[in-house]
């Protein structure tokens, strides 16, 4: 069963940090690029950042740029956003998604996981 599971979120004060993981089974990411999307309340999925599975390149939103890192593993099947001086509209539920490209648009993505909450708050 091909699946994709995030895990990290929680709740994490102001300037603080977290490192969501996406992890996939039932198929290997080593060769698809995952993308990271945000969904704030009362907002619309923003994609935030992207892992290219062809060279490793990598995409990120102006509003997270310089604070965000992401990374992958591939022995562990496993891609990492590291989120640094957290601010609270990065509230918001996260999501990671799998598709043979850096794609622009939601539904170019293949693989959906469901979603880790974050919330951001003193």
């Known amino acids: 069963q091909v699946q994709l599971v995030e895990s990290g979120g929680g709740l994490v004060q102001p300037g603080g940090s977290l490192r969501l993981s996406c992890e996939a089974s039932?198929?290997?990411?080593?060769?698809?690029?995952v993308g990271w999307f945000r969904q704030s309340p009362g907002k619309g999925r923003e994609k935030i950042s992207c892992?290219?599975?062809?060279?490793?390149?990598?995409y990120y939103a102006d509003s997270v740029k310089g604070r965000f890192t992401v990374s992958r593993d591939n022995a562990k099947n496993t891609v990492y956003l590291q989120m640094d001086s957290l601010k609270p509209e990065d509230t918001g539920v996260y999501y990671c998604a799998a598709d043979p490209f850096c794609g622009s648009y939601e539904s170019e993505y293949d693989y959906w996981g469901q979603g880790t909450q974050v919330t951001v708050s003193s």
């Open positions: 892992i290219s599975g062809r060279d490793d390149s990598t």
């Open positions: 039932g198929f290997t990411l080593d060769y698809y690029a």
